[in-house]
């Protein structure tokens, strides 16, 4: 099946810098999504892309779909500390009744 | 506005037995979605349920079955549990004419920590 890869596993960074991950795959997705996970809740969507190329921002955060429709990245600016989290990235898969979900990267953020 | 409610939030069972897990979606969706997020790990899809049918299944075993109410909640159970199966649970709702292209709208619950011991 489908997978996604997540770069990097987990990032330890000072509050005010920028970060930076990304997510590969082998295959082609014609979504890409982005979502957080805090501690004890479930994931919640940030951010959603549709089309090869595209650039899109919410707040401090902005994510771009991948030319090849085989990445997608995720920038923070200006880290904060409710930034601290899981972040995973996903797509739909099968009938894209399912979503796959990467293996998502740990951010932490020091004061 | 209440979101996704699950329960229980955390559960202990021995291997072997058998467990329910229970979900309400959030007030007007009428889709649900079950995942299995071990530790470490990203959600991974268990099945889909929509008018009290089973739409899709992810690659698990067939001791993992649900089921869908006509007040939309659903009951994930699995049998003869595996130490494996030790994981958080999550339930997804969404609506199902948005449940696809353009936007997912997926809220997820809170999930349920099941250890198997």
């Known amino acids: 099946g489908q997978q996604l890869n997540q770069s990097p596993q987990s990032m330890f960074i000072q509050e005010g810098e920028d970060v930076s991950m990304n997510c590969t795959s082998s295959s082609i997705f014609n979504t890409w999504l982005w979502y957080k996970q805090d501690p004890g809740e479930g994931p919640v969507l940030l951010i959603a892309?549709?089309?090869?190329?595209e650039l899109t921002s919410n707040g401090r955060l902005t994510a771009q779909f991948g030319i090849t429709r085989k990445d997608s990245f995720l920038n923070i600016s200006a880290s904060i500390p409710s930034d601290v989290g899981i972040y995973f990235c996903a797509g739909p898969s099968g009938s894209a009744r399912q979503l796959t979900f990467g293996s998502g990267t740990q951010l932490t953020v020091l004061p | 506005d209440a979101g996704v409610t699950q329960s229980p939030t955390h559960l202990i069972k021995t291997r072997g037995q058998q467990v329910t897990l229970r979900c309400s979606p959030k007030?007007?969706?009428?889709?649900v979605s079950w995942y299995q997020q071990a530790l470490g790990q990203g959600p991974q899809f268990i099945f889909q349920?929509?008018?009290?049918?089973?739409?899709q299944r992810g690659n698990f075993p067939d001791r993992f079955s649900g089921h869908q109410f006509p007040n939309y909640s659903s009951e994930l159970n699995v049998n003869a549990l595996l130490l494996g199966d030790s994981a958080l649970y999550l339930c997804a709702s969404s609506l199902v004419r948005t449940g696809s292209f353009p936007n997912y709208g997926y809220t997820f619950g809170s999930g349920t920590r099941l250890t198997v011991v």
């Open positions: 892309l549709y089309k090869a190329g």
């Open positions: 007030s007007g969706h009428d889709t």
């Open positions: 349920y929509y008018e009290e049918e089973e739409r």
